[in-house]
């Protein structure tokens, strides 16, 4: 009985960080149009998405 609650929790756990991460991807993206959309330029969109994101290079220009 223990080990299968601490499976769901665990379950559960993992199912909310996976929802967090795809729900911060998403809201990652949606700023990154609109921005392009108001004509910020790539270079400071890229940037902003490091300093807001706490980002590597290489992880904000994957959302590029």
């Known amino acids: 009985e223990i080990a299968r609650e601490e499976a769901r929790a665990e379950g559960l756990a993992e199912g909310l960080a996976e929802g967090l991460a795809e729900g911060l991807a998403e809201g ?7 921005l392009k959309e108001l004509g910020v330029s790539e270079e ?5 998405v490091m300093e807001k994101y ?3 290079k290489e992880e904000a220009q994957a959302y590029l």
């Open 28 to 34: 990652i993206k949606v700023s990154i149009e609109m």
């Open 44 to 48: 400071q969109i890229l940037a902003k």
């Open 54 to 56: 706490n980002l590597s």
